[in-house]
């Protein structure tokens, strides 16, 4: 029997009104007859034995401050369970080949389909990863140009890996694919032409025994090595350089008289380069020789990667390298002639083009419908061929969600962590219409979402808290989003109203005067062209515009680059999204110096002082304090033939990182491994006289990351939370005025409440002197600003442009800006 019953209510953890079973006027009518996913007993992290209803066939939103265990509950428990059920029907030997995770702590979850995770994930590293070999486009592409390509006269019909960068068959021989090629030329070469080569003139040739056996072949092979390099023929010159022939000649070395003769191969400065960045296992030596190059775009393929068979093809004119440079939005103009032709005005093909047939029509039809979502969910401003690691998580996880949508998966539940993230306000209603396009063909949709202009579009909302860590992990609610309203435990509940959307409180803000201005004449980078801005030094500046405006090539690339040279700004200090670290050794007690002053503070108690032990026995990292069974880890790795491998606590520390001796050490009866096991706020109190601890402990409350714990690695903690412990680190230390901070999205991960107490933050910073520039989408963030410039209007060569610049009431009113509209909203009334 399916299971349609309407959900039991548990009785809440915190008294909270329950959701009537009565389905309310303003709620899909069938969400109830809907089957429904039972958690029962949830114990992942910080969650307290949580019992919750989630409705099937429905946009069900995640709610909840940073840190109140909403993930934990949408992808540790519900995901996780689905994950590991579809794991235990795979054959065992085939387990050991897909990455797995544990079981999630949970006594039971029934009605659970299987289910989808899209998460937020950094570009992979390889530069071969593009959009169109993500979206799977890039196969389409090729298959359009192999079977409906207008190629020259007498040319050969290509297969569709011959349009791949990436493929033996469509790789450039000179650059293999990359479109970046190496040229060794004279001047990388030589860098001082005055010197002989026995002084060292072909600086490329390596040193040591090597460059003196190669001399000495030079000079047998009848080159004058003793005369001045700008003085030997071009011929010879050009020979020494860059022949590939490597004649072997008997050599009788002049250094030693007693040496005998050896047999000594030639190799020109371009063969040693090449040879050298193609098989040399060392980095420090591909490094070094690369100083010997230049690098540039491929002179044979033109920076495509591609063979110039492959480019002679062309489809509607235009070589695949030069769709795959389109942004998106255009990429569809040019498909939409061939993808609208009816079956009757499809001719039959030709000997050189297939641009009319019907083949041409089906691929074309189905590449438009793709690049239309991704369109849809504003993407628009990407090409195919843009290199993921140079995208968001944001980006990513839209580009998978784009993916999915063409899969034709039914009955799948997609866990979403945060999609409106890098959204602009404007294409939040279309991401919207895409996630109802996915409920629509029959799947659940759970998003773990902040933006409440997403959570009021859902069907059903959970709200986890109140608060975060030990002070969350209850479901305060679980119903219609109408009756989130009546929860007065919950922090969400007052930013559903619309009104709410980052609306100052008491009346019309103070807006700040400059005390200087920064000016940045003819910026011209990316779709930035000939730019002039003007900068307000010693206020909040957000900068805003659709995603791919241009707006963090202007803060993170030309502005971080030329501010210092001003005189007003003595410093400029980049708070980036990026890693904290990147193995599980890094942490935020470690980034933000705050662990040093625990060691020294367990060094100096009395046992510690009698044992003789220092500061060092109490780091993780090093050997002395730390269990060298799992050497500092807390885990260790186990093999298990024919099943996947996993971690486990560690046999002998139990995950504590220390050995015996060292935890037999405490201060105010806890252990360091107990301090590490903290969250922030609880380390606040704990480690209150700690002055230096203390200092760096508030900053990180102060900008909403008092859930984390001490010793949480980084490498889980998201992009948004890892900025802010660098903002945290910065605001401990900040020294009074003159200091330009540049952050991208801020609030990236935050909850509306979390907002605003990073806005106070970044206000503080200015009082003190300071300037601050965000690139921000949230426009409470913009209405609490100082000065805004808005760039567009829309994103690659539609963008940008400097739409308004000016106070959020008068950007709030510019004609043509996207932003002025959801500006005008968010300042008061």
Known sequence: MPDTAPPDVPTPAIDVPTPATDTPADTPADVHARGFVRVRGARENNLRAVDVDVPRDSIVAFTGVSGSGKSSLAFGTIFAEAQRRFFESVAPYARRLIAQGGAPRVDEITGLPPAVALQQRRGAPSSRSTVGTLTTLSNSMRMLYSRAGSYPAGADRLESDS?????????????????????????????????????????????????????????????????????????????????????????????????????????????????????????????????????????????????????AVTFAGRTIAELNALPIAELGDVLRPTATLTSASAAVSNASSGEVTEV?????????????????????????????????????????????????????????????????????????????????????????????????????????????????????????????????????????????????????????????????????????????????????????????????????????????????????????????????????????????????????????????????????????????????????????LFLPGSYSPCPECHGARYNAETLEVTWHDATVADVLAMTVDEAATFLAEVTSASRALETLRQVGLGYLRLGQPATELSGGEAQRIKLATELQRA??????????????????????????????????????????????????SDHVIDLGPGGGDAGGRVLAVGTPEQVAGAAGSRTAPYLAAALPA
């Open 735 to 784: 020294r009074s005025g003159h200091t330009l901070y540049l952050l991208d999205e801020p609030t990236t991960g935050l909850h509306p409440a979390d907002v605003e107490l990073l806005v106070t933050q970044l206000q503080l910073l200015v009082d003190a002197g300071n300037t601050v520039v965000v690139v921000e989408h949230h426009m409470g963030v913009v209405a609490a």
């Open 360 to 640: 041409a029509v089906r691929i074309a039809a189905d590449l438009l419908a793709r690049t239309t979502v991704l369109d849809d969910l504003g993407l628009g401003y990407l090409s195919l061929g843009r290199a993921t690691p140079t995208l968001s998580p944001g980006e990513m996880q839209r580009l998978r969600i784009a993916t999915q949508l063409r899969s034709g998966l039914f009955g799948v539940v997609y866990v979403l962590d945060e999609p409106s993230a890098g959204l602009h306000p404007a294409d939040a209603e279309s991401l919207v219409e895409v996630l109802e396009r996915l409920r629509a063909s029959g799947n659940s949709v759970f998003v773990v979402e902040h933006d409440m202009s997403i959570v009021r579009r859902a069907d059903w909302v959970v709200d986890v808290g109140p608060g975060a860590g030990s002070q969350g992990g209850a479901v305060l609610y679980s119903g219609p989003v109408a009756g989130l309203a009546g929860v007065a435990d919950s922090v969400t509940r007052r930013f559903l109203d619309p009104s709410a959307d980052g609306r100052a409180r008491g009346g019309a803000p103070v807006r700040r005067e400059p005390t200087a201005t920064l000016e940045l004449r003819g910026v011209t980078r990316h779709n930035l062209d000939g730019v002039d801005v003007d900068l307000p030094l010693g206020v909040l500046t957000a900068v805003t515009g659709v995603s791919g405006s241009g707006k963090s090539t202007l803060v993170g690339g030309v502005l971080a680059e030329t501010a210092t040279s001003h005189e007003r700004v003595d410093r400029v200090v980049q708070v980036d999204q990026k890693p904290i670290g990147r193995s599980p050794r890094s942490n935020l007690a470690t980034y933000t110096g705050l662990f040093d002053a625990v060691r020294q503070a367990f060094a100096a108690t009395d046992e510690a002082r009698a044992r003789g032990y220092g500061a060092g026995r109490f780091s993780f990292n090093v050997t002395g304090g730390r269990c060298e069974v799992c050497q500092g880890e807390g885990f260790v790795s186990v093999e298990l």
């Open 163 to 311: 349009f791949s960068p990436n493929t033996v068959a469509g790789a450039c021989p000179r650059c293999h694919g990359l479109g970046i090629a190496h040229e060794v030329t004279e001047a990388s070469a030589v860098h001082d032409p005055g010197l002989s080569i026995r002084d060292g003139a072909i600086t490329a040739w390596p040193g040591a025994w090597q460059g003196k056996n190669l001399r000495d072949v030079t000079s047998v092979l009848g080159y004058d090595i003793d005369r001045p390099w700008r003085d030997l023929p071009q011929a010879d010159r050009d020979w020494l350089l860059y022949t590939d022939e490597q004649p072997v000649v008997e050599v009788t070395p002049q250094r030693d008289r007693v040496a005998k003769p050896y047999k000594g191969r030639f190799w020109s400065a371009r063969a040693f380069v090449m040879h050298t960045l193609a098989d040399s296992q060392s980095e420090t030596q591909r490094t070094k020789v690369l100083q010997y190059v230049e690098s540039g775009p491929c002179s044979l393929c033109g920076g495509s990667g591609l063979t110039r068979a492959a480019l």
